[in-house]
């Protein structure tokens, strides 16, 4: 086979037959692979010897720094025979392993592979230095911290003098040959991908990587709460945020104002994308990444926690010809998953759905997405506008965080265009007030109007460890909740397990406030009335606010009173 590979390079002109039979005879001389000695003599460099490889074999080159193989992948081959064959497991589909290799003539390997797998061998290409860069970095992991410890063992004997020194020359002399060289290291790069790794495996939807003066604090968000893990060295603190920034393609040596970038990654058979914000603090860089994992993002709005009644209304309005539908709530409560879950079941072949957002978090299968840029003048408002010349049928605004694109939104939607968007407000019936200060008036908000929602995201008790418990009178009391409101005075509660990392909480489930717009509550928009007459219609209506949808999953087990109290508040 590799006999194969030498004509094929000569028959083509990328070595010349002198230079093959240099080649040939350092093999045998040194017994090592013939793709290595090519790249080591400088015949050939690594990505054009790759790029031929890949053209004789049919085989696709992957970039080990952007995958990242499972656990369960790696423990498939033992680490004598991974550093032996130079092979990396990557990704494991059935009965299927696709293995990185330097080079895939390499016959007795792959069937040695499958002997000791018991599965079918599917090879790739990568390049020898980044499989060996790789086989130390994974087959490491479970030595990681333990090995960047001692190597920063002389940084935790620094003085106070020596690390107010050390910061100052963070802030001032660091330069970006020193800090690309601290960002390549070993531990640097291992460390990087086990936080990544472990965050994913973790289910978490944020990385916060927090400089201090004697710390580097490192926390995962997992299902809304933030949880420290186990802090790095001081040592390596600007090789991780170098790293990461070169990772995110963030410009390196600046450090005095904020950045944005985006890593695509594979965590063991996941795509994932991680938003990435850097900001400057008084000790360094603050790195904080969102996780955007495609395959947990839920579709289905009978999964999302909806009450009976409260999807029926939600549904009708969604399948309303025109008008605006608007979901507001903080950040982080899950308003671009109910948008996104909304589309998903609107999307159809007789549709046209156009999205204008900042920033596009998942793509859409048959749904045209724009992502906002505002520094080349491509707007809300400015997209919005151009929309109207294509002719959609439904229209989502990310947000409506200004007079112009809530204007132009709520036109649309009086001109045969179903509009759906986000805005930042406590409950549905403030929206009202919310859309009139920012300009709007209210014949044009009682006209477009079909629903608001407002919604939050609470922690689900975990099922592995829910309990029934008597309901504390004085948990109640704080909480503003009536006794009488849980009659057989029982509550559950997680006691927490290895399954919830003894939480007692697993998973998140939305409560909504669901409003429509009767035509009675259009009167009252007329009229300018306050968001409380306008609350107390919707509530004689049958709306349920978010403390009332709350109390119901309470009821029924699936949440905690002081859930409720973390995200609404108490009375």
């Not at 010809?321 to 308003?335: D, E, F, R």
């Amino acid at each position: 086979m590799e006999e194969k590979l030498g004509v094929y390079l000569v028959k083509n002109g990328i070595i010349t037959e002198d230079q093959l039979r240099k080649a040939i005879q350092e093999k045998r001389e040194t017994g090592r692979r013939l793709v290595s000695v090519l790249n080591t003599l400088g015949m050939l460099p690594e990505r054009k010897l790759l790029a031929q490889l890949s053209n004789l074999y049919g085989m696709e080159v992957v970039d080990l720094d952007y995958i990242i193989p499972s656990k369960d992948v790696l423990e498939l081959i033992p680490a004598q025979k991974a550093y032996h064959y130079e092979v990396l497991p990557i990704n494991r589909k059935g009965r299927y392993l696709e293995i990185a290799m330097v080079d895939p003539t390499d016959i007795s390997a792959i069937e040695d592979l499958r002997f000791i797998t018991n599965m079918e061998i599917n090879p790739v290409l990568a390049s020898e230095s980044s499989i060996r860069e790789a086989l130390d970095r994974y087959y490491a992991m479970e030595r990681t911290l333990a090995e960047v410890k001692v190597e920063s063992g002389p940084a935790k004997e620094l003085g106070i003098e020596d690390m107010e020194l050390l910061e100052a020359k963070y802030e001032e002399d660091i330069e970006e040959t020193k800090l690309r060289a601290d960002a390549e290291g070993g531990p640097v790069i291992r460390l990087v991908n086990f936080y990544i790794a472990d965050a994913v495996s973790k289910g978490a939807s944020d990385i916060h990587i927090e400089p201090y003066e004697r710390m580097v604090r490192v926390r995962f968000r997992i299902d809304g709460v933030l949880n420290e893990q186990q802090t790095p060295p001081l040592s390596l603190k600007a090789g991780i945020i170098t790293r990461l920034k070169l990772m995110a393609k963030i410009n390196i040596a600046e450090h005095r104002i904020c950045q944005g970038g985006r890593i695509n990654i594979m965590v063991g058979d996941k795509t994932i994308d991680l938003r990435v914000s850097v900001i400057p603090t008084l000790y360094g860089e603050k790195v904080v990444m969102r996780i955007l994992d495609r395959s947990s993002l839920m579709l289905d709005l009978s999964k999302l926690g909806f009450l009976e009644e409260a999807l029926k209304r939600y549904l009708k309005a969604i399948e309303s010809p025109y008008g605006i539908v608007l979901v507001t709530g903080p950040t982080g409560s899950g308003k671009t998953t109910t948008l996104y879950s909304t589309l998903a079941r609107l999307n159809k072949p007789d549709r046209q759905i156009m999205t204008i957002e900042d920033p596009i978090e998942y793509n859409l299968r048959g749904i045209n997405q724009t992502q906002v840029h505002e520094e080349i003048g491509l707007t809300f408002a400015r997209a919005l506008r151009s929309f109207l010349r294509q002719s959609p049928n439904i229209i989502l605004v990310g947000e409506m965080r200004d007079t112009e694109t809530a204007e132009i939104g709520i036109r649309a939607a009086l001109t045969g265009h179903l509009v759906f968007s986000t805005i930042h407000t406590n409950d549905a019936p403030t929206t009202i007030n919310r859309l009139i200060d920012i300009g709007i008036k209210p014949y044009l908000i009682a006209s477009a109007l079909v629903l608001i929602q407002a919604q939050r995201l609470v922690r689900r008790i975990c099922s592995k460890c829910k309990e029934p418990l008597e309901v504390s009178k004085k948990l109640l009391e704080e909480a503003g909740i009536p006794e009488d409101t849980f009659p057989d005075g029982k509550v559950y509660k997680g006691k927490g397990c290895s399954h919830c990392n003894q939480s007692g909480y697993k998973g998140r489930i939305g409560i909504y406030e669901i409003m429509p717009i009767s035509p009675e509550i259009r009167k009252l928009i007329l009229k300018n009335t306050s968001a409380d007459v306008i609350c107390k219609q919707a509530i004689k209506e049958g709306m349920k606010t978010l403390r009332d949808d709350g109390i119901e999953k309470i009821k029924k087990g699936v949440t905690t009173i002081e859930e409720l109290m973390r995200e609404t508040g108490s009375l």
